[in-house]
């Protein structure tokens, strides 16, 4: 008389998803597959559960380690490269509006100096008229006999810088996050925004100089 060896099932936990799933014995400590999640656990020696109805049954791997090429086909679509949320060209137009508000400061403390900016204009205007540098006259107009450099002349200095520096990333960005496929109206939109920046920047200093 011949006798069949019958397995048993081990049931336990996945590792991954908490989920009762079970296995036979003789996928003990190997890799196997668990029905709800997809992942790859390894299946204990005996059972850490009771007997539990309606226990899904594991895929067991082929031997050897877990890798792509032998772990099963997952049900969920996986994510490409265009898949991807484009998160650069959030980051393109938040860099140009930034750029905006610290333009629209610039603007505001410019306004609250109007005064002084005419006569710094002024001065130019006279100073231009007998051949001399702008860079000179406005040295000379913030000399230490008048006081110095005011400290709204510094801020402004500053945030203009601040601005331009915003403008150059967010058109850096925006560039960049065009070579993807999504969110592509962000990217246009910054790039729209820092390129005009810049060209009016640019379109400014030459009619001053010119």
Same mark, same amino acid.
């Given at each position: 008389?011949?006798?069949?060896?019958?397995?048993?099932? $081990?049931?336990?936990?996945?590792?991954?998803?908490?989920?009762?799933?079970? *296995?036979?014995?003789?996928?003990?400590?190997?890799? /196997?597959?668990?029905?709800?999640?997809?992942? +790859? /656990?390894?299946?204990?020696?005996?059972? +850490?559960?009771?007997?539990?109805?309606?226990?899904?049954?594991?895929?067991?791997?082929?031997?050897?380690?877990?890798?792509? @090429?032998? @772990?099963?086909?997952? !049900?969920?679509?996986?994510?490409?490269?265009?898949? =991807?949320?484009?998160?650069?060209?959030?980051?393109?137009?938040?860099?140009? #509006?930034?750029?905006?508000?610290?333009?629209? $400061?610039? %603007?505001?403390?410019?306004?609250? =100096?109007?005064?002084?900016?005419?006569?710094?204009?002024?001065? *130019?205007?006279?100073?231009?008229?007998?051949?001399?540098?702008?860079?000179? *006259?406005? @040295?000379?107009?913030?000399?230490?006999?008048?006081?110095?450099? !005011?400290?709204?002349? *510094?801020? #402004?200095?500053?945030?203009?810088?601040?601005?331009?520096?915003?403008?150059?990333?967010?058109?850096?960005?925006?560039?960049?996050? %065009?070579?993807?496929?999504?969110?592509?109206?962000?990217? $246009?939109?910054?790039?729209? $925004?820092?390129?005009?920046?810049?060209?009016?920047?640019?379109?400014?200093?030459?009619?001053?100089?010119?």
């Amino acid at each position: 008389m011949t006798l069949v060896s019958r397995s048993m099932a $081990i049931r336990f936990q996945c590792g991954a998803c908490s989920q009762p799933i079970e *296995i036979d014995d003789e996928w003990a400590l190997k890799a /196997v597959a668990c029905p709800y999640c997809r992942k +790859t /656990v390894t299946a204990p020696v005996e059972s +850490t559960l009771d007997d539990v109805s309606a226990i899904p049954t594991a895929s067991p791997l082929p031997a050897g380690p877990a890798s792509p @090429m032998n @772990m099963p086909a997952s !049900p969920y679509p996986a994510m490409t490269p265009d898949s =991807h949320p484009n998160v650069i060209a959030v980051v393109a137009l938040a860099l140009a #509006v930034g750029a905006i508000v610290v333009v629209l $400061i610039v %603007l505001g403390v410019s306004a609250a =100096h109007a005064n002084d900016l005419l006569a710094l204009q002024e001065a *130019i205007e006279q100073g231009a008229k007998q051949g001399q540098s702008q860079v000179q *006259i406005a @040295m000379d107009y913030f000399s230490a006999d008048a006081g110095g450099v !005011p400290g709204w002349v *510094i801020v #402004v200095g500053l945030f203009q810088f601040a601005a331009l520096g915003l403008a150059l990333a967010a058109l850096a960005c925006g560039l960049f996050a %065009l070579t993807r496929k999504r969110r592509r109206g962000l990217a $246009i939109g910054a790039v729209a $925004i820092s390129g005009g920046y810049l060209f009016l920047s640019c379109a400014n200093v030459l009619f001053q100089f010119a």
